[in-house]
T-cell receptor
């Protein structure tokens, strides 16, 4: 079964606005990762947040992690048309070894 | 720098035909290797992963198989394709040591079984 579930499934915003995507998971984790996928392409790693971290930044990306609620959010600030893509969270569960479990993804569309 | 290759990029095969997809990694040694399948508009389903030559773990029972004949080569195969095997197949690698297991993906192969 899928560990991570993203919300919303699809998000459409205007350029310059902020985009927030959420991820919920079920079991205890070592870390949670966010990936981006352009249509028809492979996934690209964006950011990793460890279970003992609460917030992390990378450029226009901000990720939060709440292990008590088993949830994470990805915020993209000042969005651009080039940010249009699908975004996936992936969890590295404590018992999973080297495997990641991916959610179903959020399709983000940024309109120019 | 590390590079991951997958081929072919697209493939159209009839039902019942065999399949062989190849993935190779450059610039790293002893990687973990993974095969995923992605249905249209969905997330990734882990099919197989390998922590070393000849070591294959299967996540989902199906008519696919995987092999790792060399350290940086991972092959996905089928003897007889089914319609349900259609999808986007992604290969990925990660470092064997450490705990973060960030994964690096290839460009993918889009398989259509007709």
């Amino acid at each position: 079964s899928q560990q991570g579930e993203e919300d919303p499934q699809a998000l459409s915003i205007q350029e310059g606005e902020n985009a927030t995507m959420n991820c919920s998971y079920k079991t205890s984790i070592n870390n949670l990762q966010w990936y981006r996928q352009n249509s028809g392409r492979g996934l690209v790693h964006l950011i990793l947040i460890r279970s003992n971290e609460r917030e992390k930044h990378s450029g226009r990306l901000r990720v939060t992690l709440d292990t008590s609620k088993k949830s994470s959010s990805l915020l993209i600030t000042a969005s651009r048309a080039a940010d249009t893509a699908s975004y996936f969270c992936a969890t590295d569960a404590l018992t999973s070894g080297s495997r990641l479990t991916f959610g179903e993804g959020t399709q983000l569309t940024v309109n120019p | 720098s590390q590079t991951i290759h997958q081929w072919p990029a697209t493939l159209v095969q009839p039902v019942g035909s065999p399949l062989s997809l190849e993935c190779t990694v450059e610039g790293t040694s002893n990687p973990n290797l993974y095969w995923y399948r992605q249905a249209a508009g969905r997330g990734l389903q882990l099919l197989f992963y390998s922590v070393g030559i000849g070591q294959i773990s299967s996540e989902v029972p199906q008519n696919l198989s995987a092999s790792r004949p060399q350290d940086r080569q991972f092959i996905l195969s089928s003897k007889k394709l089914l319609l349900s095997d259609s999808g986007f197949y992604l290969c990925a690698w990660s470092t064997l040591s450490g705990v973060n297991y960030e994964q690096y993906f290839g460009p993918g192969t889009r398989l259509t079984v007709t």
